[in-house]
């Protein structure tokens, strides 16, 4: 079985900072995906940023970017130049390839705080 | 971008009574659509993976006969939670993963269910 591990509870920064969530996980499997989702007060799971295993570059979408290490198995993400609407719970998810009845497991989340 | 709809969003029941939470996607088939459940300030956990026309594949420790779950078409996934509980009150979410994207999964806003 897959684990996620998030080992940052809580976080908080100033607005316009840089700031890193880490997040590792545990598998035997050799191709797969991971995922960063955003979960606002209002509950809505929103897709940050998603990499496939098998990419050696590191996916980025606009302030966000991650530092995929696939033989140290960690996976965080980055947001630069941070945002009051950033704050949020994150949580760093992982799914094994498709054909596979598993959905995607979950690490324990990490609530960030965008300080004004 | 794909869109899933889940409904509904806030239902309070009486103990002893059966609801139902409907998942549906919105633009684009799904095959496999996926159950969580979420207790507060926790991570969201797999309750069970629903593949269109079959029995769905349950986690562990989650309770077929009193989490229903019915997949009949390729946009219609259900969950019923038989004679709830007020143990039973949670925020439920479903996903649904869209093959056209690369197997991206996305969320429904998610139900609060409270038995009273």
């Known amino acids: 079985a897959q684990t996620v591990t998030q080992s940052q509870p809580e976080m908080s920064v100033q607005e316009a900072e840089t700031v890193t969530l880490s997040c590792t996980y545990d598998?035997?499997?050799?191709?797969?995906?991971l995922f960063w989702y955003k979960q606002p007060p209002s509950r809505q799971m929103i897709l940050v940023i998603r990499q496939e295993a098998y990419k050696q570059q590191n996916a980025t979408e606009n302030r966000f970017s991650v530092n995929f290490q696939k033989a140290a198995k960690s996976f965080s993400l980055k947001i630069s130049d941070s945002q009051l609407g950033d704050t949020a719970m994150y949580f760093c998810a992982f799914m094994k390839p498709p054909g596979g009845a598993d959905g995607l497991t979950f690490g324990k989340g990490t609530h960030l705080i965008i300080q004004p | 971008g794909a869109v899933v709809s889940q409904h509904p969003s806030r239902v309070i029941c009486k103990s002893g009574t059966s609801v139902k939470i409907e998942c549906r996607s919105l633009?684009?088939?799904?095959?496999?659509m996926f159950w969580y459940r979420q207790f507060p300030k926790q991570s969201l956990m797999l309750m069970a993976t629903s593949n269109e026309g079959s029995k769905a594949t349950y986690e562990q420790g989650v309770e077929k006969d009193k989490f229903l779950i019915n997949h009949a078409s390729l946009t219609l996934s259900t969950l019923t939670v038989t004679s709830a509980h007020p143990e039973d009150s949670s925020f439920y979410i479903c996903?649904?993963?869209?093959?056209?994207?690369?197997?991206?999964?996305?969320f429904g806003e998610g139900s609060w269910l409270t038995v009273v």
């Open positions: 996903s649904a993963r869209d093959q056209g994207t690369g197997n991206t999964i996305y």
């Open positions: 633009d684009f088939q799904a095959t496999t």
């Open positions: 598998t035997s499997e050799s191709n797969y995906y």
